[in-house]
């Protein structure tokens, strides 16, 4: 679990602030991901990076911003969001982006008002 | 559009039991099949990666198999223990959409009575 960080690991907001979720991969790997996870729905695929270079959006509403500095870093910047954007939202790294297993962080818990 | 299946959504088992959870998917061209588990409020440990050209995978009590013509997974966990209680969620890697990319089921909310 150690190896995929988060922050914060809970977040409220009001529907006018501007906040940003950080993920950090101590793993070495080369592949980033961001993940919706709501209520009863399966995990949704929302960004995908690789070598820092964004490879996919998942028709993700401009209102989420990714941002990828480095290999190690990634982060997912939150603007004019709406009370059913409320999730848990998981990071998760791979050594590729092929098959290999992807590590989860612990995600964090976004409660907007 | 690749859809995954999770049936039953929870299940309650006392412990000592031997269990199996069930995956689905429409799509059979999946490159793998994993399971995770997953505590509340917490993100996605892997338990188990089977490769499209594997059959099963073994790793301590737990058990899983792929059927990938039948569109099938099923996890067995031997000797349940209170500490399996969590989430369990079955993901295919595969192209959907031109994109490769992991599609998740919504889970079994596994519950072990001690």
């Known amino acids: 679990e150690t190896g995929v960080t988060q922050t914060p690991r809970h977040l409220v907001m009001g529907m006018t602030n501007k906040k940003s979720l950080k993920c950090e991969q101590h793993?070495?790997?080369?592949?980033m991901y961001w993940y919706k996870q709501s209520a009863k729905k399966p995990l949704e695929l929302m960004f995908v990076?690789?070598?820092?270079?964004?490879?996919e959006n998942n028709s993700v509403p401009s209102r989420f911003s990714p941002e990828c500095p480095n290999s190690s870093h990634l982060f997912l910047h939150l603007h004019t969001l709406q009370p059913e954007d409320s999730a848990l939202y998981l990071c998760?790294?791979?050594?590729?982006?092929?098959?290999?297993?992807?590590?989860f962080g612990p995600g964090t818990r976004l409660t907007v008002l | 559009k690749q859809e995954v299946t999770q049936i039953p959504a929870a299940l309650s088992v006392p412990e000592g039991e031997n269990l199996v959870l069930n995956c689905s998917f429409t799509?059979?061209?999946?490159?793998?099949l994993q399971w995770f588990r997953q505590d509340p409020g917490k993100g996605l440990t892997s338990l188990l990666l089977?490769?499209?050209?594997?059959r099963e995978q073994t790793s301590g009590r737990l058990n899983a198999s792929l059927d990938k013509s039948s569109g099938r997974s099923t996890l067995y966990i031997a000797a349940s223990q209170p500490g399996d209680s969590a989430t369990y969620l079955c993901?295919?890697?595969?192209?959907?959409?031109?994109?490769?990319?992991?599609?998740f089921g919504t889970g079994t909310r596994l519950t072990i009575i001690p």
């Open positions: 990076y690789n070598f820092k270079e964004q490879t």
């Open positions: 799509d059979s061209a999946i490159y793998n």
């Open positions: 998760a790294s791979s050594q590729d982006l092929s098959t290999d297993t992807q590590y």
């Open positions: 993901a295919v890697f595969g192209r959907d959409f031109g994109n490769e990319k992991l599609t």
């Open positions: 793993l070495g790997h080369n592949a």
């Open positions: 089977i490769q499209s050209s594997q």
